[in-house]
Structure formats: structure tokens, C-alpha cells
């Protein structure tokens, strides 16, 4: 049976799916291995209308924050029609008006902050709540060259269902027994990151997980030496993904490889594209090398 936040989550999905303000998901998708490795390479129609509805838009400023329009912000006030309703004091849950897969949620400030100014123990809590009432996988894209399409501060969750992005395709990889607040690499990810063992998930008290989640964040940034920096103290571009236990931080250098915008949900194992032929541009690379080449290096052999 849904919950009393997924049931309001699903409705306003069919409400909106019904008078056309959103469109249903139409996707396509092919599993590639790469270096033991599984990834579901995924097209989903709606994000080519996601850049046809960007062509239109104001030509993209040097704002550090990001792309693309800097007039133009989807969440003060939210669509109506995609708003499921308030989470905690600070946050909106809305409908991401471009999905990737059902139920994509975005969950923005209420007041406008710049989406690479450091995640707070606010933003930490609206996805903690999400995460104890359903699982999935919450994530961060930081900065446009981290995939962000809005400068407005926001974090999104996905719910967990197959072929959806997640963290447990890396589980194999990452030592089982260390303590919360541990770190670790990943000897299959060729690039920098950083993973912290932290406690948030279905189930976790919310309160307790956005601590943990903060503190990791914490951690991991200063494993990374992601400083925020300039007047307005802005982090350096970075993604992070958080669920199964685990969080995962890295920074980033650019958004595309080979015209294809990689966000958090690509280390999560799902590359989103486009159009189908950009399935075979990540074939033809292995989507590790397409990985890495938005990343940052990182010679030498992973350590725990």
C-alpha cells in the first residue's frame, strides 16, 4: 500500500499525465558491461523535448551556477499542475517536468539559493524524508557542468525500479564492513570520487539521516578538496548520488561526452540520452571511458 507522501506523489502523476502537462515515458534502453561493470544505456524521448524547450530560451550567461536562462525560473512558483505539495520548511516537491523514469521528483527551495552554493542540512533532510518513506536514490547535480538545467537549488530522487539509476551496481566493489562515516574508492572508477558508508535509506529516522548525510557530504568534499570559493562561495562543479547505503561524491570538469549530457544518474549505471544514436557513441567508448572523460583523472590504484 503507498504511503500518504507516494500516494500524493502517484495522484498528482496521473492527474498531470491526464490533462497533458506532463507526458507519459517513452524509453528505449540496451545493457552494456564494461570492466565487469553493468550499465542500462536509456533513451527517453522527453529529454529531446527538454532542448527543444531550451532552444527557446535566453542564450546561457557565464553564472557559475549555470545554464541556460537566467530570467527564467520554473520553481518560483512551481507549476501547479506538477506540485505535489510542501516537504518540511524549506523544500517544494514537484514533478521533474522533463522525467527520466516515473515518479522523477525534484524537491526545490522554496526561496531561491544558487544550486552550487553548499548543500545544507535542510536540503539533506527534504531527501531524507523521501528516502526513509521510499527508498530509491536521491542525487545532486552541481553546477552546469555537472548536469544541472536550473540555477535554483534542488536536489531530485528517483524511485528504485528496473533499469532506474542506483548506487548497488557498485556494491561488489566497495568493502562491506566499514564503519558509518568511512570512506572509500571504487577500483572500477577510473576518475576521482569518493564514497562515504552513511545510514539513510527506507525505514531511517529522517532526523538522523540528514545528519549523517551531511556529514558525509562534509567529508567527502573535504576528501576532494571541494572548496566552495569566490565571493559568492561557490562549490566547484560536482555530482552526488546517495542510497543503498552508500554516498558517492565527484567532481566534475564538463557536462557532454560526444554531445551526450552526463549527470549524476550516469554513475548511478543509467546514461540517459538523447536520441537512439547516441546509445552507439557510448558503445562505441564503453561507458566508463564516457564516464571518466567528464570527470576528473585520477592515476594510480584505488584505496579504501
Same mark, same amino acid.
Given at each position: 500500500?503507498?504511503?500518504?507522501?507516494?500516494?500524493?506523489?502517484?495522484?498528482?502523476?496521473?492527474?498531470?499525465?491526464?490533462?497533458?502537462?506532463?507526458?507519459?515515458?517513452? +524509453?528505449?534502453?540496451? @545493457?552494456?558491461? !564494461? *570492466? #565487469?561493470?553493468?550499465?542500462?544505456?536509456?533513451?527517453? %524521448? /522527453?529529454?529531446? &523535448?527538454?532542448?527543444?524547450a531550451k532552444?527557446?530560451?535566453?542564450?546561457?550567461?557565464?553564472?557559475?551556477?549555470?545554464?541556460?536562462?537566467?530570467?527564467?525560473?520554473?520553481?518560483?512558483?512551481?507549476?501547479?499542475?506538477?506540485?505535489?505539495?510542501?516537504?518540511?520548511?524549506h523544500?517544494?516537491v514537484v514533478?521533474?517536468?522533463?522525467?527520466?523514469?516515473?515518479?522523477?521528483?525534484?524537491?526545490?527551495?522554496?526561496?531561491?539559493?544558487?544550486?552550487?552554493?553548499?548543500?545544507?542540512?535542510?536540503?539533506?533532510? +527534504?531527501?531524507?524524508? @523521501?528516502?526513509? !518513506? *521510499? #527508498?530509491?536514490?536521491?542525487?545532486?547535480?552541481?553546477? %552546469? /557542468?555537472?548536469? &544541472?538545467?536550473?540555477?535554483?537549488?534542488?536536489?531530485?530522487?528517483?524511485?528504485?525500479?528496473?533499469?532506474?539509476?542506483?548506487?548497488?551496481?557498485?556494491?561488489?566493489?566497495?568493502?562491506?564492513?566499514?564503519?558509518?562515516g568511512?570512506?572509500?574508492?571504487?577500483?572500477?572508477?577510473?576518475?576521482?570520487?569518493?564514497?562515504?558508508?552513511?545510514?539513510?535509506?527506507?525505514g531511517?529516522?529522517?532526523?538522523?539521516?540528514?545528519?549523517?548525510?551531511?556529514?558525509?557530504?562534509?567529508?567527502?568534499?573535504?576528501?576532494?578538496?571541494?572548496?566552495?570559493g569566490?565571493? !559568492?562561495?561557490?562549490?566547484?562543479?560536482?555530482?552526488?548520488?546517495?542510497?543503498?547505503?552508500?554516498?558517492l561524491?565527484?567532481?566534475?570538469?564538463?557536462?557532454?561526452?560526444?554531445?551526450?549530457?552526463?549527470?549524476?544518474?550516469?554513475?548511478?549505471?543509467?546514461?540517459?540520452?538523447?536520441?537512439?544514436?547516441?546509445?552507439?557513441?557510448?558503445?562505441?567508448?564503453?561507458?566508463?571511458?564516457?564516464l571518466?572523460?567528464?570527470?576528473?583523472?585520477?592515476?594510480?590504484?584505488?584505496?579504501?
Amino acid at each position: 500500500m503507498d504511503s500518504t507522501f507516494m500516494g500524493a506523489v502517484r495522484a498528482r502523476t496521473d492527474a498531470a499525465i491526464a490533462s497533458g502537462d506532463l507526458q507519459p515515458i517513452v +524509453a528505449e534502453q540496451v @545493457v552494456m558491461r !564494461d *570492466a #565487469g561493470l553493468p550499465f542500462t544505456v536509456r533513451w527517453v %524521448a /522527453a529529454l529531446a &523535448a527538454k532542448d527543444a524547450a531550451k532552444a527557446g530560451a535566453t542564450p546561457a550567461t557565464t553564472l557559475p551556477g549555470g545554464p541556460r536562462d537566467p530570467n527564467f525560473n520554473p520553481f518560483l512558483p512551481p507549476d501547479p499542475a506538477l506540485t505535489v505539495g510542501p516537504l518540511g520548511a524549506h523544500h517544494n516537491v514537484v514533478l521533474n517536468k522533463f522525467p527520466v523514469c516515473l515518479h522523477h521528483l525534484v524537491l526545490a527551495r522554496r526561496e531561491f539559493a544558487e544550486q552550487l552554493s553548499p548543500l545544507e542540512l535542510v536540503d539533506f533532510l +527534504a531527501l531524507a524524508i @523521501v528516502l526513509s !518513506d *521510499a #527508498g530509491g536514490l536521491g542525487f545532486y547535480n552541481g553546477g %552546469a /557542468a555537472a548536469g &544541472a538545467s536550473q540555477r535554483h537549488k534542488h536536489v531530485q530522487w528517483i524511485p528504485a525500479a528496473e533499469g532506474n539509476a542506483s548506487l548497488r551496481y557498485l556494491g561488489e566493489g566497495l568493502p562491506a564492513d566499514i564503519a558509518p562515516g568511512a570512506l572509500a574508492r571504487h577500483p572500477g572508477l577510473p576518475l576521482r570520487h569518493c564514497f562515504v558508508r552513511v545510514e539513510a535509506g527506507f525505514g531511517c529516522d529522517p532526523e538522523a539521516a540528514a545528519q549523517a548525510m551531511h556529514d558525509a557530504f562534509g567529508r567527502a568534499c573535504a576528501e576532494l578538496s571541494l572548496v566552495p570559493g569566490g565571493e !559568492d562561495g561557490l562549490l566547484p562543479p560536482c555530482n552526488m548520488l546517495v542510497g543503498d547505503g552508500w554516498m558517492l561524491v565527484l567532481p566534475r570538469s564538463r557536462e557532454h561526452f560526444e554531445g551526450v549530457s552526463l549527470n549524476a544518474l550516469s554513475y548511478g549505471g543509467t546514461v540517459y540520452v538523447r536520441e537512439p544514436a547516441q546509445i552507439e557513441a557510448i558503445r562505441a567508448v564503453g561507458p566508463l571511458r564516457a564516464l571518466a572523460s567528464v570527470g576528473i583523472p585520477e592515476p594510480g590504484p584505488a584505496v579504501a
